[in-house]
C-alpha cells in the first residue's frame, strides 16, 4: 500500500476546505504532480516523486499555512524551489499576489512555465537572493519551507516585511527548538516571539508552522551578506 494521500483523499481534504472550488483545485493540482514528476527526471526540483506522497508532503503539507495568510495580502516566499508553498497558495488564494523568489535559474524557469499553464495572474517569480532583494519594508507576509535554519531565515525575510507583517516558517518537530535558538535574532531583528501551530499530516505526522511578527523597522545593517550569514548566524 502506498504511502501519502491518494487521489480521492486528497479530493476529499480540498472539497472539506475550500467547497465548491475544490474540484478546479484538485484538477490543477494533478496536473502539477504531473509535471514535477516529468521534469523531476531531468531536473532536481523534488525527491519526493511517487503522487500519493507528493499530494501529502508537498500539497497538502504546503495548504496547511492558507488560513494563517491575511486576505489581500502580498506575499514573498522565500526559496520557492519548485514551488512549495508559494505556488501551491497561489493556485488557491486568488485574492493574494505571491513573489516567488527563486535564485537557481531552471527553477525559475519550471515555475513560470507552471505559471503559464495555469492561467495565473497572481504570481510573480523573481530570479533573485533573498537577501540582495530591494525591496525592504514591502510585503506582508513571507513564506518559507524548507530552506534554513531559523535564525538564517529570520534574516532573509523580516527586513523585507511591512511593520506588523508576518513571517511564517514551516518546520519540522524540532521547530521549538529551532525558535529557542533564534532567540537573539528575534531580538535584533525586532520579532515578538511568535507562535508555533501543530499539523498533523495523515500519515507523514507532525510539522510545525512558526508565525512571527514585525514589531518595527529593521535596522539597515540586516540582511548581511549572505556568506556574513552563513560564516555566522545571528
Known amino acids: 500500500m502506498e504511502i501519502g494521500l491518494s487521489k480521492a483523499e486528497f479530493e476529499r481534504l480540498l472539497l472539506e476546505r475550500y467547497g465548491d472550488k475544490a474540484e478546479t483545485h484538485a484538477k490543477a493540482f494533478e496536473v502539477y504532480a504531473q509535471k514535477l514528476i516529468e521534469v523531476n527526471q ?22 496547511a499555512i492558507d488560513t494563517l495568510i491575511p486576505e489581500g495580502s502580498l506575499v514573498a516566499d522565500i526559496g520557492s524551489g519548485a514551488g512549495f508553498p508559494g505556488l501551491c497558495l497561489a493556485i488557491v488564494r486568488p485574492d493574494c499576489h505571491f513573489d516567488l523568489i527563486e535564485p537557481t535559474l531552471k527553477r525559475c524557469i519550471f515555475l513560470n ?16 537572493r533573498a537577501e540582495e532583494l530591494k525591496r525592504r519594508d514591502y510585503y506582508d507576509v513571507s513564506t518559507s519551507r524548507a530552506v534554513a535554519k531559523l535564525s538564517v531565515l529570520l534574516e532573509l525575510s523580516i527586513p523585507l516585511l511591512k511593520v506588523k507583517g508576518k513571517m511564517i516558517a514551516m518546520k519540522g518537530p524540532s521547530a521549538d527548538e529551532e525558535v529557542l535558538e533564534a532567540k537573539q535574532a528575534l531580538k535584533l531583528l525586532d520579532c515578538d516571539g ?28 540586516y540582511p548581511r551578506s549572505y556568506a556574513q550569514i552563513k560564516k555566522k548566524a545571528l
Not at 495555469?118 to 530570479?127: G, I, P, R
Open 194 to 221: 511568535g507562535q508555533i501551530f501543530d499539523v498533523h499530516l495523515p500519515s507523514a505526522g507532525l510539522r510545525k508552522n512558526c508565525v512571527f511578527t514585525k514589531l518595527n523597522t529593521t535596522a539597515s545593517k
Open 42 to 63: 531531468h531536473m532536481n526540483l523534488t525527491a519526493i516523486d511517487e503522487p500519493n506522497s507528493i499530494r501529502e508532503k508537498h500539497f497538502w503539507d504546503c495548504l
Open 113 to 128: 512555465d507552471m505559471i503559464t499553464l495555469f492561467a495565473l495572474k497572481n504570481v510573480t517569480v523573481l530570479n533573485e
